[in-house]
C-alpha cells in the first residue's frame, strides 16, 4: 500500500492540479502533495519498516507477463525519500516565481514526482519502462513550455538523445523478455533469463547507453548544459537531482541479471 500511494498521490493531485485555474491555489495544492508524499515515505521507511505493506502486487497485463509489482526497500527505499524530499523544497525554493499557466507548469512537475517514484519502486520491468517514461515526458513540456529564448531547439535536441536512448532500452528489455522461461518481466525472471556471453554484453550496451545519457555519462552527456539553462529553475532542480538517481536505482538490478551486467552496477 505504502509504495502504490508514493506514486498514486503525485499522480492524481498532479492531474487535478490541471483543473485548478489560480496560480495561488495551484502553488499551495503542488506542496501539500509533496509534502503528503514526504510523510508517507518516511512513514514507510520509519514506521512500517520490514512491514508487508511497504510490497504491493497487482494484475496488471497478464497477457504479457507484467503485473503492477512495486516494493519500498535496498536503494528505491532511499531514493524515493531524497525525492520526497526535493520536491517539497523545489516548490519553496521557487515560491515567488511566477508561471503562465501554472496550473499545468505545477501538474507537470507532479506527474514527474510520479513518474520518478515509479522508477525506484518498480519490480517489473515493463512497468519500470512505463515511468521511465512518465518522468520524462513532463520534462518535455516543462522545458518547451517555460524555458528560455532557445527552448525549443534545445528541448528537440533533449527528445532526440533520450528517445535514442528509450528506444534502445525498450529493445533491451523486450529481448531479455523473450528469453525469459516463463515470459514475465518480473525482476526475478529477468535475473534467470538464458543468455550468452555475447548477448549479455551486446544489451549490456543497448541498456547502459540508455543510462548513460538519462544519468548523463560522457560523452553522452551534450544535451545537459543548454537544456539545464534553458529550463526554469524548478525543472532543472529536478532534472539534475531525479535523472541521476533514476539511471543509479536501476542499472543494478537489470545489470545484476548476468554477471557480464554487473558492469553496470558499477557506474
Known sequence: MIPVLLIVVPL??????????SEKSARAWALLSALA????????????????YLHANVEWLPTLG????????????LLCL???????????????????NAN??????????????????????LLFYFFWELALIPAYFLCSSWGGERRIAVTFK???????????MLVGLLYIYFHTADQSFALESFYKASLSTKEQNWLFWLIF?????????FPFHTWQPDTYEQSPTATTMVLSGGNGENGAVWGDPLAGARSAYRRLGAW
Open 82 to 100: 531524497l525525492t520526497a524530499v526535493a520536491f517539497p523544497m523545489i516548490f519553496a525554493a521557487t515560491w515567488n516565481a511566477s508561471y503562465k
Open 12 to 21: 492524481l493531485t498532479g492531474l487535478a492540479t490541471f483543473l485548478i485555474k
Open 209 to 217: 547507453i540508455a543510462f548513460a545519457i538519462k544519468m548523463p555519462i
Open 158 to 168: 533533449f527528445f532526440i538523445y533520450t528517445f535514442v536512448g528509450s528506444l534502445l
Open 37 to 52: 508524499t514526504l510523510v508517507i515515505s518516511l512513514l514507510g521507511i520509519t514506521v512500517l519498516k520490514g512491514n508487508s
Open 104 to 125: 499545468q507548469f505545477f501538474a507537470l512537475m507532479l506527474l514527474a514526482q510520479a513518474g520518478l517514484m515509479g522508477v525506484f519502486l518498480a519490480y517489473d520491468a
Open 66 to 77: 507484467s503485473s503492477f509489482a512495486v516494493g519500498l526497500d535496498g536503494m528505491g527505499q
